[in-house]
């Protein structure tokens, strides 16, 4: 099956600095990525989608400047928390469809990255 | 409001015994997946469901598409430990644009 990649898959930064995540689709080209936010024991939940050689389309009540995605290739996404404080430890998943797959509205998920700050 | 219903929340079963997870719409789907997600890492796929009716067989899961595309079932047969996870639905609903939508998630928990 399609692989996604994340890294790294485990941060541990002070408060105010700013962490990268990449998100990288192996197999496969991804004109569109996601990126997801997991709290404890709970469902994922969206935070925006990433659109190749475009801005990326962010849900209600993510900050943009706060969380900053950068979508440069068909294979390559990235998440920049930045100015990270401790309310942004959390697990960050990214997904990509396969627009070239069988089931194109499949999506594959990275390992994710567990952010811890400070 | 959850555009995806997951029953129940959570469940603890003996290995050996069976058991169903529901999911749940009031939207239609062009097509649903089931994934697993263990703690730590992230969901990996189980199986799409697509065509209204449809049965798919994953050795002990058993998938099933509701006639009309708004609900799914898993079913484990046999369950073991190794089947101890965080099973989500999620999909594509017909009416709402790009944004892919997941079910809030049924914990198993199987005791040896």
């Known amino acids: 099956g399609a692989v996604v990649s994340q890294h790294p898959s485990r941060v541990i930064c002070k408060s105010g600095t700013s962490v990268k995540i990449e998100c990288r689709s192996l197999?496969?080209?991804?004109?569109?990525m996601f990126w997801y936010r997991q709290f404890p024991k709970k469902s994922l939940m969206l935070m925006a989608t990433?659109?190749?050689?475009?801005?990326?389309?962010?849900e209600q009540g993510v900050e943009k400047d706060k969380f900053l995605i950068n979508h440069a290739s068909l294979t390559l996404s990235t998440l920049t928390v930045t100015s990270a404080h401790p309310e942004d430890s959390s697990f960050y998943i990214c997904?990509?469809?396969?627009?070239?797959?069988?089931?194109?509205?499949?999506?594959?998920f990275g390992p994710g990255t567990r952010l811890t700050v400070l | 409001t959850q555009l995806l219903e997951q029953s129940p929340q959570f469940l603890s079963i003996q290995e050996g015994e069976n058991l169903t997870v529901y999911c749940n719409s009031s939207?239609?789907?062009?097509?649903l997946q089931w994934y697993r997600q263990e703690p730590g890492e992230g969901p990996v796929l189980l199986v799409t469901?697509?065509?209204?009716?449809e049965v798919k067989k994953l050795k002990r899961l058993t998938f099933q598409f509701g006639d009309a595309r708004k609900d799914s079932s898993l079913h484990i047969t046999a369950a073991q430990p190794g089947d101890t996870g965080l099973y989500l639905c999620?999909?594509?609903?017909?009416?709402?644009?790009?944004?892919?939508?997941f079910g809030p998630g049924t914990r198993l928990s199987v005791l040896p």
């Open positions: 997904s990509a469809r396969d627009i070239s797959g069988v089931r194109t509205d499949t999506q594959y």
């Open positions: 197999d496969f080209q991804a004109t569109t």
């Open positions: 990433s659109n190749e050689g475009s801005k990326a389309t962010y």
């Open positions: 939207s239609v789907f062009s097509s």
């Open positions: 469901v697509v065509t209204g009716g």
């Open positions: 999620a999909g594509f609903p017909d009416n709402y644009g790009q944004n892919f939508v």
